[in-house]
């Protein structure tokens, strides 16, 4: 069965510090993973996409790693403002060209002054 | 704004009534897709259309539900004799799904997506 897992479920940290977010996925075969960031009562906005030859993608303060071989992702986000409290949902396509996203629960991203 | 927009952002009808929601995707997008996100959970695909053409449902979709795309632009989403079990909220998004040439394939299929259309059902 395809699914994609995150963890932690949720995490609070203070502004200025980094954190990382994990995601793994059983999803075959694989085309790409994304990285999306959702305000609260918002959708989902696009921070990264990874095909399966990249293994970094960097947005900003936001990088994204890949490993192919184990289906693992992390998003690493770099000296947290308090605009990045916010959901983080890492998708994966199957397939090539497929529309079929598979979402995880998320990751809920707290930061505090 | 050129994004996708949904309408309404919030609803709150009473158990048992109708209620229609829409979405304009991107003008140039010949897919749209239809979502649907509870508290806590990643969003969970409903449907989805290529151009006018509705090719897929999914189990979630119950007879209670039906969404349209007449003309190929913005849809429609219905719920007949809502449920207490349907606050959520829904999620429309659109794409562009085109082939290019060797490397330039669009793969991707990168979706866009609307803020949201939040359901309360009392």
């Known amino acids: 069965k395809n699914q994609v897992e995150q963890s932690p479920q949720s995490l609070i940290i203070l502004e200025g510090k980094n954190c990382t977010l994990q995601?793994?996925?059983?999803?075959?075969?694989?085309?790409?993973l994304r990285w999306y960031k959702q305000d609260t009562g918002r959708g989902p906005v696009s921070l990264t996409i990874m095909t399966f030859s990249e293994n970094t993608k960097s947005n900003g303060r936001y990088t994204a790693t890949l490993d192919a071989d184990t289906k693992q992702s992390s998003l690493h986000i770099t000296a947290s403002q308090l605009s990045d409290s916010a959901s983080y949902i890492c998708v994966v396509s199957a397939g090539s060209g497929t529309y079929k996203y598979i979402f995880g629960t998320g990751t809920r991203l707290k930061v505090l002054a | 704004d050129t994004g996708v927009s949904q309408n309404p952002r919030h609803k709150i009808t009473k158990r048992g009534q109708n209620v229609t929601f829409r979405c304009d995707p991107i003008?140039?997008?010949?897919?749209l897709y239809w979502y649907r996100q509870t508290l806590g959970q990643g969003p969970e695909f409903l449907t989805y259309?290529?151009?006018?053409?509705?090719?897929?449902k999914s189990r979630l979709l119950s007879d209670r539900f039906s969404a349209e795309r007449p003309k190929g632009s913005f849809s429609t989403l219905e719920i007949q004799r809502t449920e207490q079990g349907d606050s959520a909220m829904y999620l429309c998004?659109?794409?562009?799904?085109?082939?290019?040439?060797?490397?330039?394939?669009?793969?991707?299929?990168?979706?866009?997506f609307g803020p949201g259309t939040r359901l309360t059902v009392l």
């Open positions: 259309f290529q151009n006018e053409a509705q090719l897929e």
């Open positions: 998004a659109s794409s562009l799904a085109s082939a290019g040439s060797g490397g330039t394939f669009l793969a991707y299929n990168e979706q866009f």
């Open positions: 003008s140039e997008h010949n897919r």
């Open positions: 995601c793994n996925y059983t999803v075959s075969p694989f085309s790409n």
